[in-house]
């Protein structure tokens, strides 16, 4: 196993239940467990998972945890550890998902699994989605170990497979295979960030809720002929008229508890102008001219508001003389959590008013809607506290994710599932190498924080008698 040259420190394993803990100290293990996950080639597909999950049950295993690998396939091995509290309340669940989305190497200005130091930033694939996230719970597991934390609950630790695409291997076999071994009231991983500007945190977004993924095709039928006599049933051209009017047009925007809430407490840090614009969303006079903006200039804001609907890919014809009998066109829908998917298609079916062009629903890798978690319990006014203890400048925001994680199987058990990340600055943000880029990279204060926040978020609540 390939491991960066840092020594832990025994004083920093042997810490005391009772001494703060020295973030700084602990800095070399983080970056080396970090550092070790993202040089395992996770690419899904294939995934080899399972070589991440051993990797961890190691330095379980060194602190004198269990952990068991459950595979559904050979080499896709989900991970499960459990710290065992008093009962007194339901478990929480810590988790990060260890496939990676495949590289273009040849896009890559240093190798994807090095990784790579540079600039203050860590290059490599999964430094944003998702080792970062691994990295956070499994340092927030050992740290609760170490520090012989009186819990109130079992903290079970997550490291999954196949969230990159087919979560039917990871997530989704845990959830029908193995509900005993990871229920849980709370669930922590992917899918916040902390936004910052000019280095210092704006934002701490919390997803509480994220859109579902429903697959959509549009397949357009006609004759075939030859492509020097023009015909009226053309399918490429109907199809191209269909995605046509689906790209000048998208369904009625509908604000949700998460996404009111959201916009609320945004206005309240936010520049007059800005606030004014977050605040017209909700005034139904005003809110087209915000909408508007956002489809210019904020996309993400533009997305929650709505059932989105973009064409992805197109397909038809193969030869330039040949007119094709049939035409298809991919579209990614991401519904909102309480979407009427009935009422959806038939809006959709009435834009593109044509029966030549036929909408098919398919499959939507195993995310189901959920109810949205609470921004009002005891887990999120943990975020809030810490948030203000470490971020004093900013404020908690509820978020509505645009993609989907892993968590969409729990909320669908009735699980309070939540989505926590790391410190991105706004400029570094516009400036590439995000989750699924070329480049991904994340600056090292970053997942530095990233891990004290989780590790104070968790502590209140597993334990009630520990604050730090």
């Not at 051993?54 to 945890?65: C, H, N, S």
């Not at 669930?187 to 993924?213: C, H, N």
């Not at 006609?222 to 049933?233: Q, V």
């Not at 200039?297 to 890919?313: D, F, G, K, M, Q």
């Amino acid at each position: 196993m390939f491991r960066f040259s840092f020594v832990i420190l025994a004083a920093t394993a042997m810490v005391s239940a009772q001494a703060p803990l020295d973030w700084k100290a602990l800095e070399p293990e983080i970056f080396e467990h970090y550092a070790n996950l993202i040089h395992i080639d996770t690419s899904a597909p294939p995934g080899n998972e399972t070589k991440a999950a051993e990797y961890i049950k190691g330095v379980l295993a060194k602190e004198g945890i269990p952990a068991q690998i459950y595979e559904m396939e050979p080499g896709r091995g989900n991970l499960v550890a459990r710290l065992k509290g008093n009962g007194s309340k339901k478990p929480i669940v810590i988790m990060g998902h260890l496939d990676v989305v495949g590289v273009q190497r040849e896009k890559w200005t240093v190798e994807p699994f090095g990784p790579v130091r540079k600039d203050g930033f860590v290059y490599g694939r999964g430094s944003i989605d998702d080792k970062d996230k691994v990295t956070s719970a499994l340092m927030t597991f050992l740290l609760l170990k170490r520090r012989n934390v009186p819990l109130d609950r079992d903290v079970i630790l997550i490291a999954e497979a196949g969230e990159e695409g087919d979560s039917r291997v990871g997530i989704g076999y845990l959830v029908a295979q193995h509900w005993d071994e990871i229920a849980c009231e709370y669930a922590l991983t992917e899918g916040g960030t902390m936004s910052a500007r000019d280095g210092q945190v704006r934002t701490v977004e919390i997803a509480t809720t994220e859109k579902v993924p429903r697959g959509t095709k549009l397949i357009a039928h006609g004759e075939a002929g030859h492509g020097s006599r023009p015909r009226l049933d053309n399918a490429l051209a109907h199809l191209a008229a269909a995605v046509a009017k689906i790209a000048a047009n998208q369904p009625p925007m509908r604000l949700t508890d998460t996404t009111r809430a959201y916009f609320e407490r945004l206005a309240s840090i936010s520049a007059p102008e800005d606030a004014q614009r977050y605040r017209d969303i909700a005034d139904p006079a005003r809110a087209a001219a915000a909408e508007a903006y956002f489809a210019r200039n904020e996309l993400t804001h533009y997305s929650i508001l709505r059932t989105s609907v973009v064409p992805t890919i197109l397909k038809g014809g193969f030869r330039s003389n040949v007119i094709p009998s049939e035409a298809e066109a991919t579209l990614d829908v991401r519904a909102l959590p309480d979407e009427d998917m009935p009422k959806f298609y038939s809006w959709l079916k009435n834009l593109i008013d044509d029966p030549a062009v036929e909408i098919v629903q398919t499959a939507n890798a195993g995310r189901q809607p959920g109810p949205p978690s609470s921004h009002t319990n005891e887990m999120f006014h943990s975020f809030e506290a810490v948030q203000r203890a470490m971020f004093p400048g900013a404020i908690t925001l509820p978020s509505m994710l645009t993609g989907a994680t892993d968590n969409a199987q729990l909320r669908a058990k009735g699980v309070q599932a939540y989505g926590f990340g790391p410190i991105v600055d706004e400029k570094d943000a516009s400036a590439g190498g995000g989750a699924h880029g070329d480049d991904e990279r994340l600056r090292e204060a970053s997942l530095y924080k990233e891990v004290e926040f989780l590790f104070r978020s968790v502590l209140p609540v597993v334990s009630s008698t520990r604050k730090e």
